[in-house]
């Protein structure tokens, strides 16, 4: 492999894995290689913007911390994400559908008893939160665990917030033998996504807006059941149709009433899959 | 753009950029889109996969400072950085090729007079580097500015030394009236790119050699002419085959000869090419 040209070195570095041992990782790095030539010989690529293109990823990872997530971001408004959300979760259409994971989840997050105050100083209004958590024939489930994030009312996540040392609208619950759970929260307000990095000067460049419209994280584990990763999106919210990150769906979105007694509330059924072997 | 599906995800994305002011920027990514989208599509993949990749991103941006640049690397050893270079200097033939840059380029390196020791103290052979820079013409070119740099016999570059607080190895020179320079430095050897990062990962997982076959980098600028970035490789290495970045041209292959007084010798004539309007 001496000389190689524009026309041969793709099938140049192909060769030079050859002999990788695992077969999805061979099909992948293949698949990567053959793809990311075929875009830099669509567009004629320059070496100023390779460059440019290595700066931009470069920064892209002196953003990460253990708190902050800018390659999920950039994943999240590229649609790569939600593309991928949406070919790994075929399923009966009476399942509750998936939507992005988002750069925000935090493991570990305090377990809450059943209508504890999950909000926990988070600035908002408040708001009931009340679901359950059933199979396709109806049946509840007990016991699963539900991992619950959102932004307070200035579009803030508890981890955007320097200094902060706890959780805030944050938590892990368990549902109960009915297959219920509640819990206590604040409304949740559409929020730009973090525009002080790389993505922002992303979104900026192609002038797209960063807004999210107003939605609830949830995270729903079950033995025998498929992970379901989703949000419940706020009915009425202005981005609902150009979500930044490409995320709702028509059967994510609820209304949030007012109560009779002033307060507020959001409900939903969440129907888990199967697990298949 | 609401329940976007794997098939229409692609167009929802790219009628999100569609405002984009620049043209260059637009056209560049449109074609990251598609081709992102493609590559997901074909291997489908899986959510896992995805945190994966976005996990090596994550880990070769943390590696990257201000003297290691692993996406460059990165870049590098997918061939991308070769495939720019082949698509951006198409020139006459008897003009020097060019090749990759690398990743261990350092600007502002200090200068040296003609004949002067760049090597200052790394360790290897003495070498003797005469060259001369010329136009297709066969103009000499006088006042052309060198910048030349290369690992020492250990295969490290200065940068990668830890504690090192000066230039080894690496230097700038300008052309003499007849276009000649010579300096005096070390016998270049191969060495095997950074592998304790995520590209050595990859290396490793896709079953390839991190090795480069022994060279100098060089990088010639003069008023009038197109910069050239190329290396010299040394004649009879046994990577010269299978260089880890696909950056070998035969025309760049110089022998090392060891003289009558027992020094070694390396020479070449550059050949700049115009630089067009």
Same mark, same amino acid.
């Given at each position: 492999?001496?000389?190689?040209?524009?026309e041969?070195?793709?099938?140049?570095?192909?060769?030079?894995?050859?002999?990788?041992?695992?077969?999805?990782?061979?099909?992948?790095?293949?698949?990567?290689?053959?793809?990311?030539?075929?875009?830099?010989?669509?567009? &004629?690529? !320059?070496? #100023?913007?390779?460059?440019? $293109?290595?700066?931009?990823?470069? +920064?892209? %990872?002196?953003?990460?911390?253990?708190?902050?997530?800018?390659?999920?971001?950039?994943?999240?408004?590229?649609?790569?994400?939600?593309?991928?959300?949406?070919?790994?979760n075929?399923?009966?259409?009476?399942?509750?559908?998936?939507?992005?994971?988002?750069?925000?989840?935090?493991?570990g997050?305090?377990?809450?008893?059943?209508g504890?105050?999950?909000?926990?100083?988070?600035?908002?209004?408040?708001?009931?939160?009340?679901?359950?958590?059933?199979?396709?024939?109806?049946?509840?489930?007990?016991?699963?665990?539900?991992?619950?994030?959102?932004?307070?009312? &200035?579009? !803030?996540? #508890?981890?955007?917030?320097? $200094?902060?040392?706890?959780?805030? +609208?944050? %938590?892990?619950?368990?549902?109960?033998?009915?297959?219920?759970?509640?819990?206590?929260?604040?409304?949740?307000?559409?929020?730009?996504?973090?525009?002080?990095?790389?993505?922002?000067?992303?979104?900026?460049?192609?002038?797209?807006?960063?807004?999210?419209?107003?939605h609830?994280?949830?995270?729903?584990?079950?033995?025998g059941?498929?992970?379901?990763?989703?949000?419940?999106?706020?009915?009425?919210?202005?981005?609902?149709?150009?979500?930044?990150?490409?995320?709702?769906?028509?059967?994510?979105?609820?209304?949030?009433?007012?109560?009779?007694?002033?307060?507020?509330?959001?409900?939903?059924?969440?129907?888990?899959?199967?697990?298949?072997?």
């Amino acid at each position: 492999m001496r000389n190689v040209n524009k026309e041969n070195i793709t099938q140049a570095v192909l060769d030079s894995i050859a002999h990788t041992a695992d077969p999805r990782t061979k099909q992948i790095m293949q698949a990567l290689i053959r793809h990311l030539h075929a875009f830099a010989r669509e567009v &004629e690529l !320059t070496e #100023d913007e390779l460059m440019k $293109g290595i700066e931009f990823l470069t +920064a892209t %990872g002196h953003k990460c911390t253990g708190t902050r997530q800018e390659f999920i971001l950039l994943s999240d408004v590229l649609g790569l994400s939600m593309l991928a959300v949406a070919m790994n979760n075929d399923k009966p259409a009476a399942c509750t559908e998936a939507t992005v994971f988002g750069p925000f989840f935090v493991p570990g997050a305090p377990h809450y008893d059943d209508g504890a105050d999950v909000a926990n100083g988070a600035p908002g209004t408040p708001c009931d939160v009340r679901c359950t958590v059933r199979g396709l024939r109806g049946e509840p489930i007990a016991g699963a665990e539900i991992d619950v994030w959102q932004a307070d009312d &200035e579009g !803030t996540y #508890d981890v955007q917030k320097e $200094g902060l040392d706890h959780a805030q +609208a944050r %938590g892990r619950l368990t549902s109960r033998a009915d297959g219920s759970f509640h819990f206590r929260s604040i409304v949740p307000e559409a929020y730009p996504i973090p525009t002080d990095g790389p993505v922002g000067t992303l979104l900026h460049a192609t002038k797209r807006h960063p807004w999210r419209p107003a939605h609830l994280h949830f995270m729903i584990k079950a033995p025998g059941y498929e992970t379901l990763v989703t949000h419940i999106f706020r009915e009425g919210d202005e981005y609902l149709d150009s979500d930044a990150v490409f995320g709702v769906r028509q059967s994510l979105i609820r209304a949030i009433d007012r109560q009779a007694d002033g307060t507020y509330l959001m409900a939903y059924d969440f129907v888990l899959n199967p697990q298949t072997a």
